[in-house]
Nanobody
Framework: QVQLVESGGGLVQAGGSLRLSCAAS????????MGWYRQGPGKEREVVAI???????TYLHSVKGRFTISRDNAKNTVSLQMNSLKPEDTAVYYC??????????????WGQGTQVTVSS
């Protein structure tokens, strides 16, 4: 059984910083992409940042230059450093991993979500 456990959300003033972390545990054979998604009030879930196993990174345009994604392949963790936060960054943030619990088959796994609230 695979679990993604997130930590690090909270309330911060505009211009502040938060760091989100996510650890994958359980039966893990291999992990391809890991990333962060978010869903704001009344909005659809959107991708914030993705990092491949080899370290290639893609960011949502609106967070480029402010957010930094990183991962530790040895520890099966992914983090998101969020600086210069804006009220429009307010959302529930979800960790995602494209992961194979056994050889041959990959599935998408999601964390439980962590609330990030940015006050103006």
């Amino acid at each position: 059984q695979v679990q993604l456990v997130e930590s690090g959300g909270g309330l911060v003033q505009a211009g502040g910083s938060l760091r989100l972390s996510c650890a994958a545990s359980g039966s893990i054979f291999s992990i391809n992409d890991m990333g962060w998604y978010r869903q704001g009030p009344g909005k659809e879930r959107e991708v914030v940042a993705i990092i491949t196993k080899g370290g290639r990174i893609t960011y949502l345009h609106s967070v480029k230059g402010r957010f930094t994604i990183s991962r530790d392949n040895a520890k099966n963790t992914v983090s998101l450093q969020m600086n210069s936060l804006k009220p429009e960054d307010t959302a529930v943030y979800y960790c995602n991993a494209h992961l194979a619990p056994r050889p041959g088959t990959f599935y998408n796994y999601w964390g439980q979500g962590t609330q990030v609230t940015v006050s103006s």
